[in-house]
């Protein structure tokens, strides 16, 4: 029966963009497994399933090899996430503080930290609010200019 349902995670996660175990376990119920969330979360560590941006989710459970960097670039999956998560952009000292719509700081730091940004040492995420540490307080402006040039880009190519 494990293996079977955990077949049809993977099936349902290939098909459809799935954000939360909720509704994976919802699914999962409407199709006749008689699961609970604490199923579906060791089912979730079994498979080793990762979160991912999605398209028209903000994160969608992903089965596979992970996402190859391209430093030049920011991959497909990440564009939307970008764009449509950074309200702003300011600089705080050797800080740059990125504001993003509420529950996407994760997302947009993900997709920040795939850019591969010279200067950026480390960040964190809040909900809202994103925190990159700068090498040095001179580069803070470089990189906010390179975020945004990256925006600008992909914006144009829509």
């Known amino acids: 029966m494990r293996k079977r349902r955990q077949e049809r995670i993977l099936h349902i996660i290939a098909e459809r963009e799935v954000e ?3 509704e994976l376990v919802k699914i999962l119920n409407e199709e006749g497994f008689e ?3 604490a199923t579906v979360s060791r089912d979730i560590r079994a498979l080793e399933l990762t979160k991912v941006p999605g398209v028209n989710v903000r994160q969608k459970y992903y089965y596979g ?3 190859e960097k391209n430093s030049s670039n920011v991959g497909r999956q990440y564009q939307s996430v970008l764009m449509d998560g950074i309200i702003s952009m ?6 740059l503080v990125i504001k993003t ?9 993900a997709a920040v930290d795939e850019m591969e940004i010279e200067g950026i ?9 994103i925190l990159c540490a ?3 307080e001179n580069q803070v402006g470089s990189v906010i200019r390179y975020i945004q040039e990256k925006i600008d880009l ?5």
């Open 121 to 129: 040492v480390g960040s964190i995420a809040g909900d809202d609010t």
């Open 65 to 67: 090899e992970p996402v």
């Open 134 to 136: 700068i090498k040095l």
């Open 35 to 37: 699961v609970t969330q």
């Open 154 to 158: 992909m914006s144009s190519m829509k």
């Open 20 to 22: 939360t175990q909720d």
């Open 90 to 95: 300011e600089q705080a000292g050797n800080l």
């Open 101 to 109: 719509v509420s529950g996407m700081a994760m997302a947009v730091a």
